[in-house]
């Protein structure tokens, strides 16, 4: 069965304190990882899409990777409007099933 | 453009009764899958329809059902409510289904309360 396992659950950082959430997968046959951010009340917010080890992708503070094991998203100087929580999904089947980590919430103090 | 639209935002529902979800995927997108989400088992896949076709389905109970219509607008009932179906419904829509490169863009989700 697939399994995605992000971490930590919840982090909290200060304003432009760097970090990087985790997010680790045991599949069968990855066919793509997706991060989505969502805020409370709110469905989730495409981020990206990565589909081969190696793949890098940027978008303004928020940089995602790809290894055979695992993905990361790096925040980089983070604020506070980056407080959310970031889920982590991977699709392994011929249709358009993901299956999701359960998120890491991230709170960015002023 | 516009995103996905789910209606109503916001549904309380008494046990045993039933409840009928709506979604409206982005112009042009043709797949639309379900998603119940739950702070105790985080987003999980309900099913996903493609050209008026169901094309997977997860493990939920057979209460859960869905159809989609020629215009790929998607429509989702659950039957005999429990409590433990108290959550957020999300729909999510992509231009196709499956295939080595997709998207799917979520909208703002149903909440249903079950009491």
């Known amino acids: 069965e697939d399994q995605v396992t992000q971490s930590p659950e919840a982090l909290r950082l200060q304003e432009g304190e760097s970090s990087s959430l985790n997010c680790s997968y045991t599949v069968s046959g990855l066919r793509g990882l997706f991060w989505y951010r969502q805020d409370p009340g709110k469905g989730p917010e495409f981020l990206f899409t990565?589909?081969?080890a190696g793949e890098e992708k940027e978008k303004e503070r928020l940089k995602a990777t790809l290894t055979k094991k695992e993905s990361f998203l790096h925040i980089t100087a983070p604020k506070p409007e980056d407080s959310a929580t970031y889920l982590c999904?991977?699709?392994?089947?011929?249709?358009?099933?993901?299956?999701f980590g359960k998120g890491i919430t991230l709170s960015v103090r002023p | 453009k516009a995103g996905v639209t789910q209606t109503p935002r916001y549904l309380i529902k008494t046990r045993g009764q039933q409840v009928t979800l709506s979604c409206s995927p982005i112009s042009g997108h043709r797949s639309v899958s379900w998603y119940q989400q739950t702070p105790g088992q985080g987003l999980q896949f309900l099913f996903e329809y493609f050209s008026e076709t169901q094309r997977n389905k997860g493990n939920f109970p057979g209460r859960f059902s869905g159809r989609q219509f020629s215009n790929s607008r998607s429509e989702m009932n659950v039957s005999t409510l429990e409590l433990g179906d108290s959550a957020l419904y999300l729909c999510a829509s992509s231009l196709t289904a499956g295939g080595p490169y997709y998207e799917q863009y979520f909208g703002p989700g149903t909440r249903l309360t079950v009491t």
């Open positions: 990565l589909y081969s």
């Open positions: 999904a991977v699709d392994t089947g011929a249709n358009s099933k993901l299956t």
